[in-house]
């Protein structure tokens, strides 16, 4: 049997940063590899106006931009985590889709994973009213209801100095606490 994985998912606001220093302090503690996951989602018929608004070049072309810019950020949050966390260079995966579909099918094609760690506030909730479902975090309370395996929520107020604080700092200088 391969070594377990503990999947974060890394939207690029600073409570997914949170949740990935809270992943990889679970990663070290568990032996666990670490991975990282971004879903790429380009609305079919953006705006409602259908398919025509957009050239199927313009959208292709779109999405590779925004493909290179999640690797580009993938692979600095996995070097800052190798770098300061003390467990290895966490691999990563790049999704097209909606996340609460994609991150299910990542699970089960990955049958190692014993945990999903999310944010539970990321760019989807973060400028939203307060209420339930906010503070459950849309993303978070949708893989607890699809997956079978643990999912954690990071409030964005969790106290860093538990964790592998570097990841989450804007000063990479200042490294873990």
């Given at each position: 049997m391969s070594d377990p994985v503990l999947l974060t998912a890394i939207d690029g606001?600073?409570?997914?940063l949170l949740a990935a220093a809270v992943a990889a302090r679970f990663s070290r503690l568990l032996g666990a590899r670490l991975g990282l996951v971004t879903s790429l989602h380009v609305a079919k018929d953006p705006l409602g106006f259908g398919g025509g608004l957009f050239s199927r070049d313009l959208t292709d072309r779109l999405l590779a931009e925004a493909r290179l810019e999640a690797e580009?950020?993938?692979?600095a949050v996995a070097e800052r985590?190798?770098?300061?966390?003390d467990?290895?260079?966490?691999?990563?995966?790049l999704l097209e889709g909606d996340p609460e579909q994609e991150i299910p099918h990542l699970v089960q094609?990955?049958?190692?994973?014993?945990?999903?760690?999310?944010?539970?506030?990321g760019f989807g909730t973060e400028s939203k009213p307060r209420g339930l479902p906010h503070l459950l975090g849309g993303?978070?309370?949708?893989?607890?209801?699809?997956?079978?395996?643990?999912?954690?929520?990071?409030?964005?107020d969790t106290n860093?100095?538990?964790?592998?604080?570097?990841?989450?700092c804007s000063d990479p200088s200042q490294g873990d606490r």
């Open positions: 606001s600073q409570n997914a580009s950020n993938l692979r985590i190798e770098e300061h966390c467990i290895g260079l966490p691999e990563y995966f094609s990955l049958p190692e994973t014993i945990m999903v760690v999310v944010g539970q506030r993303l978070g309370a949708k893989l607890s209801l699809a997956l079978a395996v643990p999912v954690l929520l990071v409030p964005p860093i100095d538990q964790l592998c604080s570097a990841v989450f």
